[in-house]
């Protein structure tokens, strides 16, 4: 991979990072050139209960996909800003951190590689629960296990994913011991000038000149996106926010795939002081846990093996440089030490084939596979 002249010295703060494991986050926005790391000059991260507490705060939020396992609410503290182009004064800062062994040098448990006939089995079951009026939609997810060692091509992975998916939210972050990659191309939400939006996305096929007209997505995938974009307008309506832009549905390219999305467009001014609260409220949307709420979240807690830990969680930048972008965390892996665990997941619903699904899920895991590959 040729690394621009312009962004050898951001990367090469990166490596730093990433070889003394400092607690850190890099990110690079959709659409966009910049990178930005936010690194701590310590490992005392700042745990959150709730996001309401973020209130006045900055740094780089990561939030897990349910608060009530282990994974903690994590705001990364900005005492380093690193952006392409202005490195070299931070370089020595970088490297005159001192190395602790202590808690964000533990070694995390790999968990169990979901096998084919474990997913059909736990879609049959969403089917069935759902056919019974449990719930009407529940996201599923399963964990792929690549070995190797990569630790020492992550900057590398990072560099092309940024190359590969102009139109994601590229990260990377270490904390407490767990560091996250990915490439996630569902905002979750984000500001533009005295605006927010936030986006409905749900349903997926490979990318192909058929697929972008919508009148070629069968009733499966449709009827999974209007509950996302259900799910959204409940929450706006609940917070009061009347006054709203709605774009949508159309076909969203990510990498290779193509995604149904919807755009919901609102003013700053409609939460005032409610914003972390309506986060809150929001976080997990259906498109990651299922409608309602509750019913799927229990079924998926009692029926995935893992933990999802960060994955389908959100995170991102908040208040930097006057920034708040929040995305899902999806098209990641969590890195181990001698193995990448890759999660990926579809929306079931009662239209749900599962041979289908596990393909979809197939056709997703190749967004890092595809990297993981460049540099094996």
Sequence with gaps: MQIKEST??????????????????????PGQDEITIIAQEDH??????????LTGMNGFLIVP???????KTILI????????????????KIRSIVVNSGVNG?????????????????????????????????????????????????????????ESYINSFIYIFRINGHCWIGASPEPFMCSRGNEFTTVSLA???????????????????????????????????EFKVDEYSKIGPYTKKAGKLLHLRTDFIFSMQSLEQKLYSFIAALHPTSAVCGMPLENSRDFILATEKHNRGYYSGILGPVGIDGHFQLFVNLRCM???????ALFVGGGITSDSNPDEEWEETEIKTDTLLSVVKQVH
């Design 8 to 29: 050898i010295s951001v990367y090469d703060a990166l490596d730093l990072c990433i070889k003394n494991k400092l607690t850190f986050a890099a990110y690079r926005l």
């Design 44 to 53: 005392n991260v700042c745990e959150l209960t709730d996001i309401s507490e």
């Design 65 to 71: 996909f349910y608060m009530g396992r282990s994974e």
């Design 77 to 92: 503290r900005p005492d380093i800003i690193i952006k392409t182009g202005t490195t070299d004064r931070f370089i020595e």
């Design 106 to 162: 533990v070694e995390q448990i790999v968990p169990d590689e979901t096998q084919e006939y474990e997913f059909l089995d736990q879609v049959e079951k969403a089917v069935g629960a759902i056919k019974r009026d449990t719930f009407q939609k529940a996201v599923i997810s399963r964990v792929k296990i690549v070995d190797g060692e990569y630790t020492s091509q992550l900057s590398k992975i990072f560099g092309i994913l940024c």
């Design 203 to 237: 349903g997926t096929r490979p990318y192909s000149e058929k697929n972008l007209e919508l009148k070629n997505w069968n009733s499966k995938e449709l009827k999974e996106q209007e509950y996302v974009t259900n799910y959204i307008e409940d929450i706006l309506k």
């Design 334 to 340: 969590k890195v181990y030490s001698h193995q990448l």
